[in-house]
Structures are given as C-alpha cells and as structure tokens.
C-alpha cells in the first residue's frame, strides 16, 4: 500500500509539475523515427542532429543583442572586482562547473568565477534525487558560497521551471548591487501560463531574464542536448567577453565538421555493450569535465547503472562505461585536476550520504581506475581515448581513429564542440541498444517530481498510440506500484506500460 501513499502525495503536488506543454519537453518533428535511424540509416541520424545543433548557433547570433547586454554586466561586474556566480542543476549544473573549469583551464584568474550545481560537486558524477525539488537549498548554497553584494548570478535553468534555481536568482535578487540573470529555454507566455514559480521570477522587476529558446530536443526531454549547449554558449561568451565574430567562427567550425565520422565509434561502442563488455574513456584533464558530463548524463537519461563506487574492492554492479584521467595516479589529485581546484561538497547533515567529500573520492576517475575496472567487471574493458594535442582533438578507440583540427581555438569553442559530438554519440549508441522509443525516453528515471510527470505523460503517449486510452491519475498510481518492483536499470516507461496493458 505504500506506493498509493506514495503517488497521493505526488498528485497532490502534481499541477506545479505537469510541464507538457513546454516545448522543452515536446518530441521533435525532424526526429521522430530516431530510434530506427539509429539502428539501421546511421549517416541520415547523424546528418538530421547536424542541422538541429546548427539551427542553435543561428538562434544565438540572432539573440546578440540581448548577449551583448549580458556581457557587459559580466564584464562590469568583474571590472568592479566583484564575482561571477553560476548555478544549475543537472545538465545546466555540470555546464556552471565546465565554465568555471574553462575560465580557470584557460589561465584567468581563479576565484573570480564560482560554479555550484544543486547537490555540490557530487552531482556532476551522480544524479542526487529530488535536490532539484528545493529552491531553499539553492538559496541556501549560493549563501554558504558567500555571495555579496558586488557580485553577479547567471542562473540556468533548461526549461526555466527548476525550483533549486529560482530559489537561488530569488535570493541573489535580495543582495546583490547588479540584477542576477536568469537564463531560460522555454516561450516566457507559456512558462506563465503553465508554472507559477516561473511566471514569478519572470514578472520580477529585479531579476534580468534571456530566454534562449531553441523549440523541441533531439530526444523529448533530454535538455542535456540543444538547451544546455546554448546556455553553456551564450554564458561562455559572456565570462570570456566574446562578440559575434566569435560565435560565426564556431558555426563555421560545426558546418566543417562532417558528423559522418561518428558511425564507426556509435557502431564499436554499441556492439562492446551488446557483447557486455565496457568502455573507459581515458582523457586529459584540458577536456575532462566535457567527457565526464556526457558520460554521467547517460544513467538518469536511459536509466542506466551510474558510475559505482570504488571503495570496495569488487562492486557487484557497475556501469557500462567508466572515466579515467591520464596522468592521475590519485584519487583526490586527478579531481583536483580536473576541476582545477578544491572539490566544492555539502557536508549538511540532512544530505551528508549522498553529498559529503568522503562520498565524491569514492568515485576514481583516477589513471589507476582502467585497471581497477579489469579486476572486477566481468566483460573485458575497452580504451576510448579523447585527447587535445598539436591543436587536435583525436577520437581513438581500438584501432578507429579521428581528428578534428582547430587552429588557435579558444578552450570554450573545443569543449563546445566536444559536448555536441558526445552527446550526438552517446544518444545514438544508446537507441542501438533499444534505450528509447521514436523519440521518447522510454528509460527514463523519475529521480524527482519533474522526471515523474515525464514519465507519465510517457506512458500516456504510448498508451494513446495503441488505441487505449488511460486517465494521469490512473498511470501515477500504477507507475509508483510498478517502481516498487524494478530493478535501478529496468525500463520503468516500458514495464508500467505493460503492466497497465
């Protein structure tokens, strides 16, 4: 009977959360057969995504207007010797710590810009559940941070609806001399009509807002795709007080790039897994923070096993794929080198289990951890390695190899890049191995009150597309019913829908 308490009391905050009319959580016309392209017309898939990820760039040069005011408060700010304090959560807290990481990486001054996601550093490794859920915890870090009155707040937010980061624009709009910024990817009319919280923040006198809508994801919902990347776009831009010349230059990169060569990676990774073995990217401390987001955003995204542990010395269970940074012999050094500074954790006492420092060096993406994945994971480990060097990213894995050639790039546009060709890879390895269905995530994993809403209306879809059609209250009760029963990585869309069928 507990999962009747359970989804009761979802319902009975169900209304903030029912967030299908946003284009953010819509499926994408243009990739509505994605699941089959995948599997058998890969070249099509890879050319489709191509042209939604440049239609992006084409919306960020038409926004720069808007940008180029944003740049001068970053600007401003950090001439007046204040701050800049980035915030997100999920796909747009890991892209706070990439540009913290970026900005330091490429030789500014560190301490001058300040990343938090919600639930600390831990998160960028592992989804903490229902953080998200609290915007007194996202007041609540920004304040223990030590955010005054000079400095400036870029929070960001995929949909413009995330509770942890309007809690903390709400409390930066309270203390700071400069209106924090609050950057967005969804219609400001529809956000209005459909979620208070947001309709609040945007009627805020007090608060800058930059809606960066860029329509429908790649894959419903997956806002780790086009929303983040033009978010992680446009605040580079900012913090490094680039112009337009700078983002015409990266579009003509992308439009270089022939996508194409992906196929022989998306083919080789899919087959390792089908043959349960793993894959550990192995890669430099300059990119890794690129290559660990991607990886880490496949377990929430297609329910996947997260990165285990390794302070036992054979885990029972483990993930498909692991990271491991060249040159790092330590635990605690290569984090250190990867985010080129101290790990920033929560040792609250309310959340201390899942977000304590002790919890984050248990996770090794140290050089030591290839070997450590040999000794306890049951399939053999294959080397994906992604390395920078003379000016060239290069792909190697087995004997497939690439390289894609910069000149003179800046760190931001590598990285920029890097995360759009991951997150094309990675989407598309997974729908080889049946990860979802058309477009819609049928393994998503409901870790807060946004993802259950998604996976019922899920659910619903697919219900709807067999002729059968159910009420939402109807699929809440039987999903809470079904999440007693499943495995961490069992479908829950697929399994709820067949239950109710």
């Not at 905050?13 to 243009?30: C, Q, R, V, W």
């Not at 992006?56 to 304090?85: C, H, M, P, Y």
């Not at 450590?372 to 053999?380: A, D, L, P, T, W």
Request: include cysteine; glycine fraction near 6%; charge should be negative.
């Amino acid at each position: 009977m507990a999962h009747k308490a359970k989804a009761q009391s979802f319902l009975d905050i169900s209304d903030k959360f029912k967030l299908g009319e946003l284009p953010t959580e819509k499926s994408h016309p243009k990739t509505k057969n994605l699941s089959s392209l995948s599997q058998s017309h890969l070249d099509q898939a890879l050319e489709i995504i191509k042209e939604i990820e440049i239609n992006l760039l084409n919306i960020a040069l038409s926004k720069q207007s808007k940008i180029k005011e944003l740049t001068e408060d970053v600007q401003k700010a950090l001439q007046l010797g204040g701050r800049i304090f980035l915030c997100g959560c999920g796909a747009t807290g890991r892209l706070s710590l990439a540009l913290e990481t970026i900005w330091n990486k490429s030789g500014k001054e560190k301490g001058r810009v300040i990343s938090f996601m919600a639930g600390g550093d831990v998160a960028l490794i592992h989804s903490i559940e229902n953080f998200e859920d609290h915007p007194e915890f996202g007041k609540r870090q920004l304040e223990e941070l030590g955010f005054n009155e000079n400095d400036l707040l870029l929070a960001i937010t995929e949909g413009g609806e995330t509770p942890f980061v309007i809690g903390a624009v709400n409390a930066a709009s309270e203390v700071a001399n400069s209106a924090p910024y609050f950057l967005y990817c969804n219609p400001d009319e529809v956000l209005c009509q459909t979620v208070e919280r947001s309709r609040e923040v945007i009627e805020n006198r007090k608060i800058k807002k930059l809606n960066l809508c860029v329509g429908e994801m790649v894959l419903a919902g997956s806002t780790r795709m086009q929303a983040s990347t033009i978010q992680m776009l446009v605040a580079g831009q900012a913090l490094f007080n680039f112009d337009v010349n700078w983002v015409q230059k990266l579009k003509d990169k992308f439009e270089e790039i022939d996508f194409s060569f992906l196929k022989k990676f998306i083919e080789r990774e899919s087959e390792v897994y089908k043959r349960n073995d793993g894959v550990v990217y192995s890669t430099c401390d300059l990119l890794g923070i690129s290559v660990l987001t991607d990886t880490t955003e496949r377990s929430p995204t297609f329910s996947l096993l997260p990165f285990e542990r390794n302070v036992e010395s054979r885990p029972k269970q483990y993930s498909l794929c692991y990271l491991s940074l060249e040159g790092e012999l330590e635990v605690q050094r290569a984090w250190t080198s990867l985010l080129d500074r101290t790990p920033r954790c929560l040792e609250w006492i309310e959340t201390k289990e899942l977000t304590s420092i002790e919890r984050l060096y248990g996770f090794d993406i140290s050089a030591r951890n290839i070997e450590k994945r040999k000794s306890y994971c049951s399939g053999e480990q294959h080397i994906f390695r992604i390395e920078l060097i003379d000016e060239s990213l290069k792909f190697r894995f087995e004997d497939l190899e690439e390289n894609i050639r910069f000149e003179k790039n800046d760190l931001l546009s590598i990285h920029l890049i890097l995360k759009v060709l991951l997150n094309t890879h990675s989407t598309l390895v997974m729908g080889r191995l049946g990860r979802y269905e058309s477009n819609i995530m049928t393994w998503v994993r409901p870790s807060n009150n946004k993802l259950i809403d998604r996976t019922i209306r899920y659910i619903l879809i697919l219900l709807s597309e067999r002729g059968i059609e159910k009420s939402y209250e109807e699929v809440c009760y039987k999903l809470f019913e079904v999440m007693e029963e499943v495995k961490k990585d069992d479908p829950l869309v697929l399994k709820t829908l067949e239950s109710l069928l």
